[in-house]
């Protein structure tokens, strides 16, 4: 079904949008516009900073969602549509990761309520981009892994953190923090305990503060930096690599021997 059209010429769909990491300056063009013409934003409080409302209009009225329930925030964006105003619902990150958006556009789809997605900047590309790291390289790893431990809401098993690790590719995982002693148990058993890995606290927020550490002391490096929530944790061979500055087998892409659709190789 097209989530796009309207029966009413006038009605806007609700935007979801996502804020980026942290930095109003990494939100999205697109995002940032639909911010600006906004008449209702409801904002993910606990984790959207309120600096990423700089963009906001004027007359923009802007609602925290951080103690809202899903029939509160549906009811908010139902009664913006119906009144030919334009919503955007703002997630933090980008909406397709842990945004919880899916159940969101649910309701609104047995409302008949039309809605677009913008995507953002996730927290492990800002993070790659602030530790000057790849996290494919060439003949080391070509796999990325964005997940998350079991907690208070369960994954399924046949995507255990253990059976992910097994692969030994990069991985961002997310939202463990909480659970980082078990997250170190499973880290050293698969990429070894004294492998490099990173912890990027509020990475692109004013108290952004990345640390690396031997998987061995990932919990104790979390306790001295007083890290309890709001942080990604990094493994994999590339942040080695990242963190040594090691040089690597380079690309085909650029290799002057190598030929492609746009450039015949030269020597």
């Known amino acids: 079904m097209d989530k796009t059209a309207s029966s009413n010429p006038s009605a806007h769909p609700v935007i979801?949008?996502?804020a980026g990491p942290g930095d109003p300056d990494l939100i999205t063009v697109k995002a940032q516009s639909a911010l600006k013409k906004a008449d209702l934003i409801i904002y993910a409080g606990s984790l959207v900073?309120?600096?990423v409302l700089c963009w906001k209009g004027e007359k923009t009225r802007t609602e925290s969602s951080a103690g809202m329930t899903l029939d509160q925030t549906t009811l908010a964006l139902k009664s913006c549509y119906e009144a030919g105003g334009k919503a955007v619902r703002l997630h933090t990150g980008d909406p397709a990761l842990y945004g919880a958006i899916f159940e969101q556009m649910r309701e609104l789809d047995k409302l008949n309520i039309p809605y677009e997605v913008i995507p953002g900047v996730t927290a492990a590309f800002a993070?790659?981009?602030r530790m000057k790291m790849e996290y494919t390289l060439p003949e080391v790893t070509q796999t990325l892994i964005l997940t998350r431990i079991a907690g208070r809401t369960p994954v399924p098993d046949?995507?255990?953190l253990e059976k992910l690790a097994a692969h030994?590719?990069?991985m961002a995982i997310y939202l463990s923090i909480g659970h980082v002693k078990k997250v170190q148990q499973i880290l050293e058993a698969a990429y070894g305990s004294r492998s490099t890995c990173a912890i990027a606290y509020k990475v692109s927020h004013?108290?952004?503060?990345i640390c690396y550490a031997k998987i061995c002391e990932l919990a104790r490096t979390c306790e001295k930096e007083q890290i309890t929530?709001?942080?990604l944790i990094v493994v994999g061979k590339a942040v080695e690599a990242g963190v040594n500055r090691q040089e690597i087998i380079k690309s085909k892409l650029y290799d002057a021997t190598?030929?492609?659709g746009y450039r015949p190789a030269s020597r």
């Open 127 to 129: 993070a790659s981009a």
């Open 229 to 231: 929530r709001h942080a």
């Open 158 to 160: 046949t995507e255990a």
């Open 206 to 209: 004013p108290e952004e503060k």
């Open 49 to 51: 900073p309120e600096a």
């Open 16 to 18: 979801f949008a996502g």
């Open 258 to 260: 190598f030929s492609h």
């Open 168 to 170: 030994q590719s990069s």
